[in-house]
């Protein structure tokens, strides 16, 4: 009976491990197949985001006192910014230091 027990447990891990490991060889290939963003896609979240802060972020002109940093006067050096990207990630690390432009924890 222990024999039968230990058979069947040991076939449904292996099973499960299988599939596990077949999802994640999916994962992989959807990931590389990813299509990246677009200049243009890039520059239209960038003035999204920043008419949404703008239009809404408190802080802008206590980080303009505190800290030198016009934010709003930087919008044409950001934009260039992005425009240097070459892909997505370059592109999220670049959103990641204009966010830090803010000086705020709660904006990064």
Do not use: A
Not at 23 to 38: A, D, G, Y
Not at 43 to 62: C, G, R, S, T, V
Not at 97 to 105: E, P, T, V
Request: proline content about 1%.
């Amino acid at each position: 009976m222990k024999k039968i027990i230990f058979i069947t447990l040991s076939l449904l891990s292996i099973s499960c491990s299988q599939r596990k490991l077949e999802n994640n060889n999916n994962m992989k290939k959807t990931v590389s197949n990813n299509i990246q963003l677009t200049q243009n896609q890039k520059l239209e979240d960038f003035d999204y985001l920043f008419d949404i802060i703008q239009e809404n972020y408190p802080f802008l002109e206590l980080n303009k006192r505190v800290n030198g940093i016009d934010w709003i006067s930087n919008k044409e050096k950001y934009r260039k910014l992005i425009v240097e990207t070459k892909n997505d990630d370059q592109y999220k690390e670049v959103i990641d230091k204009i966010m830090l432009d803010l000086n705020n924890g709660h904006t990064h």
